[in-house]
């Protein structure tokens, strides 16, 4: 006989133990399946996100940022430091200690709604039979009305560089190097690529960075993007572009590189590199060719807008499926479709998701760039506000970047918010509320914002779509 549950969800990412959480809050009897062991050996809930994602990455984006800003950021507001000095092992340390509270928080969350951890390695078998094995003995079998799939993505490794060691790493291995690089080689000028690049520029190390594609960050408005290129060439990032690597030899005195480029054949010696050309959906150990779940040719798992899967009963959310790889969009999927579940009514609406690039400065965007309009044939307004003509960010000295507000031209609907600039992480909810709420430009350009803020930013590029802005001159009619 096999245990029975109302729901089981393999994975406890932020969309698999964000699904368990609300279908337990919701009267559902639910087990979670997880298999991840953490650094010190232990049974870790959180997922790629609070392991060796999201929260390690932005523990050490704040700490090099504070390092760098004490080291060579402060002498502008008149305070001088001498003898600064990174102690890379305790940052690694903090980080570490930062993760654990945040994994154990949430078998504490588990406990607290009754929801049953399953550890080991779960595999969806026809009927909704779930076979969970941890390594200890014979596999366990489970059985449920509902499961919902969650397994998260893993890092794509490319034959031209293998991983090795702790000296050709992907951003698990970069989250754990407890010396700085003298000289690094980031393999992607993708998100990860940009933000783990950025750590380690800050900590010492002298960064190039390999992007195949000949356009800066394709997916952002690319006025936003280029005016971040600016940023992050003149904080000595080498950004080469149109470079793809074609082969790599390690040896004892490092690593090296041999890429095309518009220039034809190039060389490059490193002492380290990481690989960040994407990520790819887990389903390693998913399921089996009898249950016949349909897997695309990306190896996502296909669901329509309800994340229900082919096989009834049988629900997949967050990396596993179409959609950015966001650990915010898993998590809803897994609240809608916890709701669903329970019978409720709840949707997504994806176009009104952000983004968030974590480097300094900050690149955030919810809804359609300028480029998606002009080839949709919109017909659009837009209205920019440069920081450097704000006064909060010139307090904070730290005036690169924009607002850049998108509205269609005749109902003046927000279609677009793209912010590059400090803290534009938490700017960027002004955006998607506002889209969320399905308003206007002039709904922002209506609404008080306190001064002296960044967010008065947005206000004026509102202000600016409609050619009013007040600190700035407006462009000709
Ligand atoms: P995951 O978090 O990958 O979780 C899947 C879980 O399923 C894992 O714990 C895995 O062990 C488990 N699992 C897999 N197969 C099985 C199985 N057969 N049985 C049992 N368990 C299984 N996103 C953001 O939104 N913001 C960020 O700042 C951000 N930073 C990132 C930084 C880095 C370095 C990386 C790598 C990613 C980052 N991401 C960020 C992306 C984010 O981590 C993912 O989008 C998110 O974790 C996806 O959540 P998920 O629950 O779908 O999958
Ligand atoms: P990505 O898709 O953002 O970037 C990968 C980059 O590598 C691309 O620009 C691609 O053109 C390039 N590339 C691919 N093959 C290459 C090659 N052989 N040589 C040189 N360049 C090559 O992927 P990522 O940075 O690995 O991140 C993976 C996912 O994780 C992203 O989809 C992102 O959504 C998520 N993530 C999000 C955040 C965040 O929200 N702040 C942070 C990290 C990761």
Known sequence: MSDKYDVIVLGAGPAGYVAAIRCAQLGLKTACVEQWVNKQGNPALGGTCLNVGCIP?????????????????????GIELSGVKADIAKMIANKDKIVQELTGGIEHLFKANKVTWIKGTGTLLPERLVTVNNGDGQPVNYTADNVILATGSKSIEIGAVPLQGDVVVDSTGALDWESVPAKLCVIGAGVIGLEL???????????????????????????IAKDSLRQFTRQGLDIKLGARVTSSQVDASGVTLQYTDQSGEQQLQVDRVIVAVGRRPNIDQLTTPETDLLIDERGLVHVNGACETNLPGVW????????????????????????????????????????????????????QTEEQLKEAGREYKSGVFPFAASGRA???????????????????????????????SELIGHGVTVMEFEGTSEDIARTVFAHPTLSEAIHEAALAADQRALHIPNRKR
């Open 394 to 424: 010139k307090a904070q000295r730290d005036t690169g970047g924009m607002v850049k507000v998108l509205a269609d031209k005749h109902t003046d609907k927000l279609l677009g918010m793209h912010i590059v600039g400090g803290h534009s």
């Open 197 to 223: 690049g950025s750590v380690w520029r800050r900590l010492g190390a002298e960064v190039v960075v390999l992007e195949a594609q000949d356009v800066f960050l394709p997916m952002v408005d690319q006025q």
């Open 57 to 77: 990455s932005k523990a050490l984006l704040e700490s090099s940022h504070v390092y760098a800003e004490a080291a060579h950021g402060l002498e502008q507001h």
């Open 316 to 367: 997949a959310i967050g990396d596993l499926v179409r959609g950015p790889m966001l650990a915010h969009k898993g998590s809803e999927e897994g609240v809608v479709v916890a709701e669903r579940i329970a019978g409720k009514h709840s949707h997504l609406n994806y176009e009104a998701i952000p983004s968030v690039i974590y480097t300094h400065p900050e690149i955030s965007w919810v809804g």
